[in-house]
């Protein structure tokens, strides 16, 4: 073999070794993020941090209840803004739309989805809350709604366009019209697809932090009905984080532990729930 | 072909009153009407939103001009506002970003897509998925307590040993600073250059592999030579797209940055972001003109982006259709 030859071929080894070695970097963040969180947060996790209010600032102990309905009450929201409009509109490009329209509806929703989150609270700051005067659940719902919109309508979009053709075929030569058969028939077999894509979507909004800071606000207590300011699980890990009690750092951890835990736990289930076989084949 | 059964119906006839109540009642109309106004409210957010930034911004736009963009002061009490340290901070944590991002992306895009067998290939790539997942508050939950110190303690000291020469590399060790944020934006955007660039790979034709390999080449060399060139505006599409994810990150780049106004050449030294600046001081802003500035902070972020998101996506439809023949270019 050729001095060229042997070059030739061990840098063929090494540089394909090194994509692997780019893998396995990559790969490992995940598993240390959450061995590292659950190192940290698991040994603080108690059942008074599900059920009891923060403690006077300053003071040790407390929990994050108020957090976590806080951040209920605003997914809650976000699904009742988002998820109708999203789901509507997915339709309406999948089954209603001619050219024209649909297109320029698929790319702002494209767009819309790589606004920054925190521009989004700035909207929702200049929609909400400046009419009220205070910051409010309702305003957070309407911000995290709005990030919700483009990925349903998106997905909605393209499982409704892989429902096979016959099923179409089918329903019409049944004497449906295009309704009957959108709603009776492949809403229902795309249902499976679209379920997750909300799931995800709200997983993913779950984790906002940034839209919540001036829209959501934070509270330590209770906030009642949806025109107060509340506290959410990611708010208050930003603010137990970068304050200066060595207490609040440990209940950071443990909320991230609960809301890294919540999100990755959705996105297993759902990748698993999606591929356990489908009504129809999914290319 | 699907035939809508009432395609062409009497009713548009003036006078077929009948004809007319019967679509009605069948509700495609109802339907087709009902779907069309939820899409429009997602193109009527996009133009709001648009109009909100800009008229909400009116005030610092007339007030400083484009003299917003090129001075530093940022002084909320005497009413003097500039954007340049925060414009500043954005690029160099985006730039460290992508310097580290791309290459550890496009090489594991790489094995994924011309190495892994497909099952451990899509199983890893959910793994990455995950990653992109993860809230980005517990990236800045980590980099606070767990960079941060190591950066400090032995990162940044060894810089300054072997790269001390360069104006990059100079300064104390805080911790925090410009490339603190920057290694957390690298790893927050990894999984988006791995997953679109892994997609861009995998829709290069299979001829072209097998012709570089018949010719003689290695397996790197019809990678390298052959597919990766074939892909590279997808690439390039994948690259723009994470850059827009790290010209948009609040959270994570606000715990790390420093939130110190100032422009450095270190990459040691504490600086602000965009981002990061409405994420602290939007909520407490008083006074109209520091809200119309910080909204046009927002405005400038928002148009970033959105350019770099539009061209992405361009690259990334290129790409992706010439290389599976759907459409011709």
């Given at each position: 073999m050729s001095v060229r030859m042997i070059w030739r071929k061990s840098l063929n080894v090494a540089m394909l070794s090194l994509t692997g070695v780019c893998v396995l970097i990559t790969v490992s963040v995940l598993f240390f993020i959450l061995g590292y969180l659950v190192y940290n947060g698991g040994k603080d996790l108690s059942w008074n941090f599900f059920t009891r209010l923060p403690a006077?600032?300053?003071?040790v102990g407390g929990g994050m209840a108020n957090a976590i309905l806080g951040s209920l009450k605003l997914l809650l929201l976000a699904a009742l803004f988002g998820v109708p409009v999203g789901l509507l509109g997915g339709v309406y490009l999948a089954e209603f739309g001619g050219r024209t329209i649909p297109f320029i509806v698929r790319y702002t929703a494209d767009l819309l989805n790589g606004v920054p989150s925190i521009v989004i609270g700035i909207f929702a700051y200049a929609l909400v809350v400046m009419p009220m005067h205070h910051f409010s659940t309702l305003a957070g719902g309407v911000a995290l709604g709005i990030m919700v919109i483009p990925t349903v309508l998106r997905n909605t979009e393209s499982f409704l366009t892989d429902v096979p053709r016959s099923l179409r075929e089918g329903a019409f030569a049944m004497g449906a019209n295009k309704w009957k058969m959108v709603a009776t028939v492949v809403l229902p077999a795309a249902s499976r697809g679209i379920l997750t894509g909300v799931l995800l979507a709200l997983a993913r909004v779950a984790g906002e932090t940034a839209p919540l800071l001036f829209t959501a606000f934070g509270n330590r207590f209770w906030s009642p009905g949806w025109d107060q300011p509340t506290s959410s699980l990611p708010v208050v890990i930003y603010t137990y984080a970068t304050g200066p009690y060595e207490d609040w750092h440990r209940q950071a951890w443990a909320a991230g532990l609960v809301l890294l835990g919540m999100v990755l736990v959705t996105n297993i289930l759902v990748r698993a729930f999606l591929t356990r076989g489908t009504a129809y084949e999914r290319s | 072909m699907v035939t809508t059964p009432n395609a062409a119906t009497p009713a548009d006839i003036p006078g077929n009153s009948r004809a007319l109540v019967r679509r009605w009642f069948g509700g495609d109309e109802i339907a087709h009407l009902i779907t069309l106004i939820a899409a429009a409210v997602l193109l009527l957010i996009a133009v709001l939103l648009v109009y909100q930034l800009w008229v909400l911004s009116a005030e610092a736009r007339t007030r400083f001009g484009w003299k917003f963009f090129v001075t530093e002061t940022w002084d909320p009490v005497s009413g003097e506002f500039g954007a340049l340290p925060f414009i500043y901070g954005t690029l160099v944590t985006s730039a460290v970003a992508l310097f580290l991002a791309v290459p550890l992306g496009v090489g594991a895009a790489i094995f994924l897509a011309e190495l892994a067998p497909p099952k451990l290939s899509s199983s890893l790539t959910f793994v990455s998925d995950l990653l992109a997942a993860v809230p980005s508050v517990i990236y800045g939950l980590l980099g606070v307590f767990l960079l941060v110190p190591v950066m400090r303690t032995s990162v940044q000291p060894a810089l300054k040993k072997t790269l001390g020469f360069l104006p990059l590399f100079k300064g104390p060790s805080y911790g925090i600073g410009f490339l603190t944020a920057g290694i957390v934006l690298a790893i927050m955007i990894v999984p988006f250059v791995l997953s679109v660039s892994r997609e861009v790979l995998l829709a290069i034709p299979r001829d072209q592999r097998e012709a570089a390999l018949a010719l003689g080449a290695t397996k790197w060399e019809s990678t390298w030579k052959v597919v990766v060139p074939a892909a590279r505006i997808g690439i390039f599409g994948s690259v723009f797209l994470a850059l827009a994810r790290a010209l948009g990150e609040t959270m994570a780049v606000t715990m790390v940055i420093g939130n110190n106004p100032k422009i450095a050449a270190s990459l040691f030294s504490p600086g602000y972001s965009i981002a990061a600046v409405l994420a602290n001081e939007f909520s407490e802003a008083t006074g109209n003109l520091y809200l119309s500035a910080l909204i046009e902070l927002g405005l400038v972020l928002f148009l970033l982006t959105f350019v770099l998101n539009g061209l992405a996506r361009l690259l990334i439809l290129v790409t992706t259709a010439r290389g599976s023949g759907v459409l011709p270019t």
């Open positions: 006077p600032v300053g003071e | -």
